[in-house]
């Protein structure tokens, strides 16, 4: 049997001397089942190769690298470099690159065919990354992410829920309803974070608005609408800076769409958005 998470990381941080960054919002996964979750909902779309985010001291990638693809990590912290180098030694298939995630060109690998990303990812970065992955062209084969709880409830929120709001309808608009695959709690990292975690997987798809500008202005409209997310849409949108529509033609889209102007922005499903900025764009036309 192979050395235990827990140990593997109490023996590489000893000999390295290594103490977890706070700013970088280092917390090392140790729960072995989580680990082994993270890496089946990874290869469960049979990818053709797989980028991690964030080895760190490389539990997840010392099971990532036994699918026999190529896997590219992506550290910012070059202190793990020996430990991963240890990896490397074994597996060829292994490649780091010591960046920030939020500065790569995450398009680079899928374009080579299907790709996977998958990471216990910083807190602090979860909404821009979450964007920058799910917004990556072309799009990734499945995208398996560690995030706070609060965040994973938000995600995968109901419309007219108090989480429900412009993320909610980020990864729906490009990925649907996310999956659960595990809840953590804080004893599952070393040193634990003050909240609980949940690993989502996600699958890209083709959006329901192709055209770029179209897609702006999808945004826009959701902007509006939870930009103060009590008011009725009417109002919303008359009041929006994101959009230059007075009273009358917020009322308009509103008919055209088929939907109430009294309505409120969080009750509306991803086709009410989609059908409302069809109607907007028509309006405003």
């Known amino acids: 049997m192979t050395e235990s998470a827990r140990g593997q990381l109490r023996r590489a941080r000893t000999r390295l001397g290594i103490k977890p960054d706070k700013g970088l919002g280092q917390h090392f996964l140790i729960n072995e089942g989580a680990a082994d979750c993270i890496v089946d909902a990874a290869l469960e779309s049979g990818p053709e190769g797989i980028v991690e985010i964030g080895p760190g001291l490389g539990v997840l990638t010392r099971r990532l690298v036994q699918a026999d693809v190529p896997v590219v990590g992506i550290e910012m912290d070059e202190e793990m470099q020996p430990e991963l180098e240890r990896i490397q030694r074994d597996h060829p298939n292994l490649e780091v690159r010591y960046e920030d995630v939020l500065r790569a060109e995450l398009?680079?690998?899928?374009?080579?065919?299907?790709?996977?990303?998958?990471?216990?990812?910083?807190?602090?970065?979860?909404?821009?990354?979450?964007?920058?992955?799910?917004?990556?062209?072309?799009?990734?084969?499945?995208?398996?992410?560690?995030?706070?709880?609060?965040?994973?409830?938000?995600?995968?929120?109901?419309?007219?829920?108090?989480?429900?709001?412009?993320?909610?309808?980020?990864?729906?608009?490009?990925?649907?309803?996310?999956?659960?695959?595990?809840?953590?709690?804080?004893?599952?990292?070393?040193?634990?974070?003050?909240?609980?975690?949940?690993?989502?997987?996600?699958?890209?798809?083709?959006?329901?608005?192709?055209?770029?500008?179209?897609?702006?202005?999808?945004?826009?409209?959701?902007?509006?609408?939870?930009?103060?997310?009590?008011?009725?849409l009417s109002n919303a949108l008359s009041g929006s800076p994101h959009l230059s529509m007075d009273k009358l033609q917020a009322r308009d889209a509103l008919a055209r769409a088929g939907i109430v102007t009294s309505r409120r922005g969080e009750t509306l499903s991803l086709g009410e958005f989609v059908a409302l900025t069809e109607a907007v764009e028509e309006v405003l036309a």
């Open 107 to 232: 398009g680079e690998f899928t374009a080579r065919g299907a790709w996977v990303a998958v990471g216990n990812i910083p807190y602090q970065i979860t909404s821009p990354l979450l964007e920058q992955l799910l917004t990556t062209a072309p799009p990734f084969a499945a995208i398996v992410l560690m995030v706070q709880r609060e965040v994973g409830l938000r995600l995968a929120a109901a419309p007219a829920t108090e989480g429900y709001g412009a993320f909610t309808l980020l990864a729906r608009f490009y990925a649907g309803q996310p999956e659960v695959v595990a809840e953590l709690s804080p004893a599952s990292f070393d040193p634990p974070p003050k909240v609980h975690s949940v690993v989502l997987r996600m699958t890209p798809r083709t959006p329901p608005i192709e055209e770029p500008e179209r897609r702006k202005l999808f945004f826009a409209v959701v902007k509006s609408a939870f930009g103060q997310r009590r008011k009725q």
